[in-house]
């Protein structure tokens, strides 16, 4: 139980740094939003805006913690986002590339499920 308190610090704190470094961008007009949800554990960044009458909506960043292992659902940052967690401490063993198809995954150095 733990472990997964933990890794949920660490998503938080990751995801929050980024927020907290887009934000610094004088060409940033749009929103941007953490979401949170410990209780389902979804953990997410994304922006919200609109251009003119379009609604823009883009999910930089989704990860899951699924049977005690960080599901890296979505990734659009430059470093990685498992790449941030591993400097953390977490083990790639623990890290789920879940944005790659199943059989795929065995050729990374993540877990596979």
Same mark, same amino acid.
């Given at each position: 139980?733990?472990? $997964?308190?933990?890794?949920? !610090? $660490? ?22 939003? $953490?979401?949170?949800?410990?209780n389902h554990d979804h953990f997410l960044w994304l922006t919200v805006d609109w251009?003119?009458?379009?609604? $823009? ?24 986002? /498992?790449? !941030? ?12 590339? /879940? ?9 990374? !150095?993540? /877990?596979? /499920?």
């Open positions: 139980m733990d472990k $997964l308190i933990g890794y949920r !610090e $660490l998503i938080k704190q990751v995801l929050t740094e980024y927020d907290n470094l887009s934000r610094q961008s004088p060409d940033t007009i749009t929103e941007n939003c $953490l979401v949170f949800d410990e251009q003119g009458s379009k609604r $823009l909506k883009y999910t930089h960043v989704h990860i899951r913690i699924k049977n005690e292992k960080i599901f890296i659902e979505e990734d659009w940052t430059e470093e990685g986002i /498992a790449t !941030e967690l591993m400097k953390l401490g977490v083990s790639s063993s623990d890290i789920v590339l /879940a944005f790659q198809p199943p059989d795929v995954r065995k050729f990374t !150095e993540f /877990a596979t /499920a």
